[in-house]
């Protein structure tokens, strides 16, 4: 005789958007839960309120390490970003090209820039070869840049 699931419909899909809003993945949920990998999927597979609350939860997970990311920039810290990005790629996809779209996201390639004087150099750096394809001019003003199309 099979065990009885542990699923609880009234519980389980609001403690799951609660969990992933904090930023908490999938393997950080089953291990609280006490309950195994197989398990998580299966009640996904087989819940239709836990496969919507785990979309819904998605998105918000998404949008927690989004806003770490961009504390961590804002305060200065680059150390976080490695984190960020393997996160990024792993959970959320941002790794893959999305041509059909008609955008490709690729932050495997990004740099990270660990200070100011190197944000400068890529800025000059870009600045002079935009300049030389008569593209955009682009103005650093306090930290912030902006460009001006040239027509």
């Not at 389980?12 to 291990?31: F, K, N, T, W």
Request: some cysteine.
């Amino acid at each position: 005789m099979p065990r009885p699931s542990l699923y609880d419909p009234t519980k389980h899909p609001i403690e799951l958007v609660s969990m992933m809003e904090q930023g908490m993945l999938d393997c950080e949920v089953y291990a609280s839960w006490d309950i195994s990998k197989d398990t998580f999927y299966a009640w996904k597979r087989e819940h239709g309120d836990f496969k919507e609350a785990y979309d819904r939860g998605l998105s918000k997970c998404e949008a927690y390490y989004a806003r770490r990311a961009r504390e961590c920039w804002q305060a200065g810290d680059d150390k976080g970003f490695k984190y960020f990005i393997s996160i990024m790629n792993n959970k959320f996809g941002w790794g893959k090209e999305e041509s059909s779209k008609g955008n490709t996201y690729n932050i495997n390639n990004m740099q990270v820039i660990n200070s100011r004087e190197e944000y400068l150099r890529l800025v000059e750096t870009v600045q002079e070869q935009t300049k030389e394809l008569n593209l955009i001019e682009l103005k650093v003003d306090d930290g912030s840049v902006r460009t001006d199309q040239n027509n």
